[in-house]
């Protein structure tokens, strides 16, 4: 077999690969007297046909299969003996497949980057700390009486909170345009929905008023003809309702699984949802922190065939919330590959560099960790021994826990040689999300 490589860019790489004639023949007629003695033939008796007459039959299927075969093998054998670590399946262009010559084809792939993974010593991460004080619990209940809260109707004009049903029409340069027009839409006001501009733009109005709004979209709009455009909207608005919080008795708290003991046992199970949700977002803060510095610390060009993947990955995310919808929508033009991007580039750089770690510090998973995570998920369930019992025994659940516990392990390694700064905030504070940040990688 002859193998040449070329370089074509960065992480791609050209294989040219000849493989000898006589030994797709020969494998060729291999097959051939194998069929022989089993296929039925009119007229002949079984593993009596000439091979001449089971050649004229079968034998171009069966050179198709030895030379897609040969070529799997081929290829194989040709990164083996050039060292090459595929990333993704290669692309095939045959170059010779005639019968009687040898065969020859070009197999383009990119490779894995080779990565001397650096550490972050010395790099300053903050550790965060924080109190849950009895004015938090009191915000945390006021946030779930808001989740189970009803609306009801009111007779007066619209105030930030309340919800509108309203009709509305966009245009731009006098024209309607795509997603712009709606009828009975439901909205609450300052839930930031809208563009800016468009639920501020309601507040005062009452049932049966009009109002045309003048805006613009925003730069960064997803559509690219309306980024930064002017438009108008001419809303109608049919409708105000009012949030009606519910009492604070026990039938709210059996809601949330209190079915004895009252405010204090709810006020205590609040308080300790929120310690765990302290925990898991101090830990995620650290844990962002430090794989920013590994990142910065290694930049290191990714294979594309890996970020298509995770690409792909984070889309059917992200399908699965619209549910049998999803069918009937064109996925791939509503989620293009563009608005995922940039974080399946961090995940594979990620995946790589942590992998790296792994191997060089040779950790292994510590299953008593595991244990500790399934256990803290279960206790968010009614019934947590159910919960570590069903993912104990789900090989792909099992899995998913025994791999974040292995992150986090490499995260604690690589934290301990950073410089570790403690900076106590409030709870509000602590859980507020990071602009652009992407924990729980």
Avoid at 55 to 81: C, N, P, W
Avoid at 94 to 120: H, N, R
Wanted: aromatic share 6%; glycine share 8%; no cysteine.
């Amino acid at each position: 077999m002859q193998v040449s490589i070329e370089t074509t860019s960065g992480l791609e790489r050209r294989l040219t690969v000849g493989v000898p004639a006589d030994v797709i023949d020969n494998e060729v007629n291999k097959r051939l007297q194998e069929a022989a003695k089993k296929v039925r033939i009119n007229g002949f008796r079984q593993g009596k046909v000439p091979l001449k007459v089971v050649s004229q039959k079968f034998g171009a299927g069966i050179r198709q299969e030895v030379l897609g075969d040969t070529i799997s093998r081929s290829f194989q054998e040709a990164v083996r003996q050039k060292d090459l670590k595929p990333a993704g399946q290669p692309r095939i262009e045959p170059k010779q497949f005639e019968e009687g010559k040898d065969l020859e084809y070009i197999a383009t792939f990119e490779v894995f980057p080779e990565i001397d993974v650096k550490y972050i010593d010395g790099v300053e991460i903050t550790q965060y700390a924080a109190e849950i004080s009895e004015a938090d619990v009191d915000e945390m209940i006021e946030t779930l009486r808001k989740s189970q809260a009803g609306w009801a109707s009111v007779d007066r004009a619209a105030a930030d909170g309340d919800r509108v049903n309203i009709d509305f029409v966009g245009t731009k340069d006098g024209e309607a345009f795509d997603g712009g027009t709606a009828t009975g839409y439901n909205l609450q006001l300052g839930s930031n929905t809208m563009i800016p501009g468009f639920e501020s733009g309601i507040v005062g109005l009452k049932a049966g008023e009009t109002k045309t709004l003048n805006l613009v979209f925003p730069e960064d709009y997803q559509v690219e003809s309306l980024k930064g455009a002017a438009v108008e909207f001419k809303v109608t608005l049919n409708s105000v309702s009012e949030q009606k919080l519910p009492e604070l008795d026990d039938a709210f708290f059996a809601s949330f699984g209190v079915k004895e003991g009252g405010l204090e046992k709810f006020r205590a199970d609040v308080k300790e949802n929120m310690e765990r949700e302290k925990e898991r977002m101090i830990k995620n803060k650290l844990k962002i922190q430090v794989l920013d510095a590994l990142l910065a610390a290694n930049p290191i060009e990714v294979p594309k065939a890996l970020v298509q993947n995770e690409i792909d990955a984070l889309r059917q995310q992200a399908v699965q919330q619209y549910g049998q919808l999803a069918a009937r929508l064109d996925v791939r033009s509503l989620l293009p590959d563009d608005l995922f991007r940039k974080r399946a580039e961090r995940r594979t750089a990620l995946g790589l560099l942590i992998s790296e770690v792994v191997t060089k510090e040779k950790i292994t998973v510590d299953n008593d960790r595991v244990r500790q995570l399934v256990e803290s998920i279960a206790a968010t369930y009614e019934d947590p021994e159910s919960v570590i019992k069903y993912y104990y025994s789900n090989n792909e659940l099992l899995s998913g826990a025994r791999a974040a516990v292995l992150e986090d392990q490499v995260v604690d390694l690589l934290a301990a040689k950073a410089s570790i700064n403690t900076k106590t905030v409030g709870y509000q504070e602590l859980i507020k999300p990071e602009n652009d940040a992407e924990g729980d990688e």
